[in-house]
């Protein structure tokens, strides 16, 4: 069967919330309550969308993307939120078909760039990005706004 690549529906909420859950444990966190309320606000796609991988009606993955607007890019930008593949499915390709969508995507959007942040659990992530055309700019610095 053949895996298809399409914008997330209202319907694919639960299994994207249980692909999230695999990505949240792992970090050993838990999802945030708001979560489910997030990914309805990005089915409209102004500020960002979900992109998910479908194979015979069962949700193999999904990657989020963010859109944002800086002076420097001349308008939007994308990132790359999260990208989750559940394990039965991976040597699919399935989460590289998904990045190349997204990329697709935000170019075709007419985004100035297209961004990933790669924290230490995710470092190892590296060469897999690379393949795609990302490099390595610079580190991160983040501020909490919330409490856990």
Do not use: H
């Not at 890019?73 to 991976?90: F, K, N, S």
């Amino acid at each position: 069967m053949r895996v298809q690549l399409r914008l997330a529906e209202p319907g694919d909420r639960g299994r994207c919330l249980e692909l999230l859950a695999l990505l949240t444990q792992a970090a050993g966190g838990d999802i945030d309550p708001r979560a489910a309320s997030t990914f309805d606000d990005l089915l409209d796609t102004r500020r960002g969308e979900v992109l998910v991988a479908d194979e015979g009606g069962r949700v193999l993955g999904l990657a989020s993307v963010s859109y944002n607007v800086a002076m420097r890019y001349g308008g939007e930008y994308a990132q790359l939120e999260e990208l989750i593949v559940d394990p039965e499915a991976r040597g699919k390709n399935v989460g590289g078909q998904l990045v190349e969508t997204c990329v697709e995507r935000a170019r075709a959007r007419g985004c100035g760039e297209f961004g990933i942040y790669l924290v230490e659990r995710t470092e190892q992530n590296r060469s897999f990005y690379e393949k795609y055309g990302f490099r390595a700019v610079g580190t991160e610095m983040r501020q909490p706004l919330r409490s856990p």
